[in-house]
């Protein structure tokens, strides 16, 4: 059973960066997709970036492109989500989740596929 969890969270003022980590735990020599989602109060849940399990192919949700930068150096590292110039609204908490998938493929940002999921870092956007 693969398990995943979320480090890095916390408070930043409006236009800071955060990175946060993805660490997971289990089984490690299934190739696996990591992508961070994150939800803000009252809406729902949202894809943010994904990566294969080699690192060579991501994938961004608009928002994100040209800010975020979600990166791993090998399979069994931990994956990162740079954030940078961040806005109060995207206060939220932000989750990572593994989709056990091979191949180079850009993955999806919605949440099927992924089986495994976990329990969140919260990121607040403040002054």
């Known amino acids: 059973q693969l398990q995943v969890a979320e480090s890095g969270g916390g408070s930043v003022q409006p236009v800071g960066s955060l990175t946060l980590s993805c660490a997971a735990s289990?089984?490690?020599?299934?190739?696996?997709?990591i992508g961070w989602f994150r939800q803000a109060p009252g809406k729902e849940r949202e894809g943010v970036a994904s990566i294969t399990s080699s690192g060579r192919s991501t994938n961004y949700a608009e928002f994100a492109k040209g800010r975020f930068t979600i990166s791993r150096d090998n399979t069994n590292d931990p994956v990162y989500l740079q954030m940078n110039n961040l806005a109060p609204a995207e206060s939220a908490v932000y989750y990572c989740?593994?989709?056990?998938?091979?191949?180079?493929?850009?993955?999806?940002?919605?949440?099927?596929?992924?089986?495994?999921w976990g329990q969140g870092t919260r990121v607040t956007v403040s002054s």
């Open positions: 289990g089984s490690i020599f299934t190739p696996y997709v």
């Open positions: 989740a593994a989709a056990p998938v091979l191949g180079e493929t850009p993955y999806h940002l919605k949440e099927w596929g992924y089986n495994y």
